[in-house]
């Protein structure tokens, strides 16, 4: 499975903007496959720990507050080269730098509100999924 699976976070403003269709549909048109999803609102525990390598940082708190303010939706994508084809798909973290056509020039409000959280690394994406997901939420055929 390695190189074929990332995973994504529908952060808190795209989902209350209704943006989770469009982004699904972007994300499904560029050839990954949804192999897990769910919606939760994380709790402050549960945030600080997804994002505990940010801890320290001056945008940590604030992170950990937008994180908290609504519901996501969190996603395991299966596609080859899953990590960095998504890091491509998303763009830039700061919207206003982000490739045109990209989810996050699309959607994102600013460098915080950047719509999509997305892996950074083969390794974190395992981490990231078993962080979100036990075995039986995972589609496998
Ligand atoms: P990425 O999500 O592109 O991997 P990072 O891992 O560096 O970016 O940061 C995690 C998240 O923290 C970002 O997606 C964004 O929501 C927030 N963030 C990062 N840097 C800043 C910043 N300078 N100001 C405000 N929020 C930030
Ligand atoms: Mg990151």
Same mark, same amino acid.
Do not use: W
């Given at each position: 499975?390695?190189?074929?699976?990332?995973?994504?976070?529908? &952060?808190?403003?795209?989902?209350?903007?209704?943006? *989770?269709?469009?982004? *699904?549909?972007?994300?499904?048109?560029?050839?990954?496959?949804?192999?897990?999803?769910?919606?939760?609102?994380l709790s402050t525990y549960q945030a600080s720990a997804f994002y505990s390598v940010?801890k320290? &940082? +001056?945008?940590?708190?604030?992170?950990i507050? !937008?994180?908290?303010?609504?519901? /996501? /939706?969190?996603?395991?994508? $299966? #596609?080859?080269?899953? /990590?960095?084809?998504?890091? #491509?798909?998303?763009?830039?973290?700061?919207?206003?730098?982000?490739?045109?056509?990209?989810?996050?020039? *699309? !959607?994102?409000?600013?460098?915080?509100?950047?719509? /999509?959280?997305?892996?950074?690394?083969? $390794?974190?994406? *395992?981490?990231e999924?078993?962080f979100f997901?036990?075995?039986?939420?995972? +589609?496998?055929?």
């Open positions: 499975m390695n190189g074929e699976i990332t995973f994504t976070i529908v &952060k808190p403003s795209s989902i209350s903007r209704n943006h *989770l269709g469009p982004i *699904l549909t972007q994300i499904t048109e560029n050839g990954f496959k949804i192999i897990a999803i769910k919606m939760l609102h940010h320290g &940082k +001056f945008f940590f708190d604030d992170l507050e !937008y994180m908290t303010s609504g519901p /996501v /939706v969190v996603a395991m994508l $299966e #596609k080859d080269n899953a /990590v960095d084809d998504f890091r #491509k798909l998303i763009g830039a973290t700061n919207p206003e730098k982000a490739d045109n056509g990209t989810i996050r020039k *699309l !959607y994102g409000i600013d460098m915080q509100r950047n719509a /999509v959280h997305g892996s950074d690394s083969d $390794e974190n994406a *395992l981490i999924c078993r997901f036990s075995d039986l939420e995972i +589609f496998a055929d």
